[in-house]
């Protein structure tokens, strides 16, 4: 199989930049683009400008420049994600309608901001969870913060159940959202709004998944009937 392009991945001013960041803006780009298995770490050196010592220096491995890549906005969507549901918190309770809303905005921010590529990549990661152990270790104390929320919403399910619906609600908000103008497209709604609306419905669909009954019930919940 062709090796995907790799002319003009970086524009010529970000050709200046440190080679770490070199690396992951192209790496962000092409497995966008092409899907993580179709590109190789050669192609992402040489569309960065670099060389395999670099590469190796930087990250060690095409592994590790996913888990760096992966690394590279999550503390900052976290942070983002825990000040819009701190400032709920504030007023009570959250609902699962509030849950939604804070996994899913500052997804919606950074597809404003133009790192579009960088939420499908994350993605494509969270789907194959392809990194194994380094998943977990990028996202341990993150899951920890979403259960307690979720907890507080729905305190009758079991932690299973909370861990697997969180787990498809933020897969569910970073395919759709890394894809929102081919959704806007596909509902109609291509335009200044279109993204908007498809954000509607993306949350709207989430509130759903959370809010929905279970068959299972937490100890808890057994031992208060």
Request: aromatic letters at 6%; hydrophobic letters at 45%.
């Amino acid at each position: 199989m062709a090796e995907p392009g790799r002319d003009d991945v970086l524009t010529p001013g970000e050709r200046d930049l440190p080679t770490d960041r070199r690396l992951l803006l192209a790496a962000e780009r092409l497995f966008a683009a092409h899907g993580v298995g179709a590109v190789s770490l050669r192609t992402v050196i040489s569309a960065a400008g670099a060389n395999v010592a670099s590469v190796h220096y930087h990250f060690g491995s095409k592994e590790e420049l996913l888990a760096a890549l992966l690394r590279d906005r999550t503390d900052a969507l976290h942070r983002r994600r825990m000040a819009l549901m701190d400032a709920v918190l504030a007023g009570g309770d959250p609902t699962c309608r509030d849950i939604a809303d804070g996994l899913a905005r500052p997804l919606l921010e950074l597809v404003e901001q133009g790192a579009a590529d960088w939420v499908r990549v994350v993605g494509q990661i969270l789907t194959t969870r392809s990194l194994g152990p380094q998943l977990g270790a990028v996202f341990e104390g993150q899951w920890r913060d979403w259960d307690r929320i979720y907890g507080l919403a729905r305190p009758e399910l079991t932690a299973s159940t909370r861990a697997f619906r969180l787990a498809q609600a933020l897969d569910t908000s970073i395919g759709v959202l890394g894809a929102a103008e081919g959704y806007a497209d596909w509902l109609g709604q291509s335009g200044p709004g279109g993204v908007a609306v498809v954000y509607g419905e993306l949350v709207d669909a989430v509130v759903g998944m959370l809010e929905a009954e279970s068959t299972r019930r937490s100890d808890t919940a057994h031992s208060n009937t």
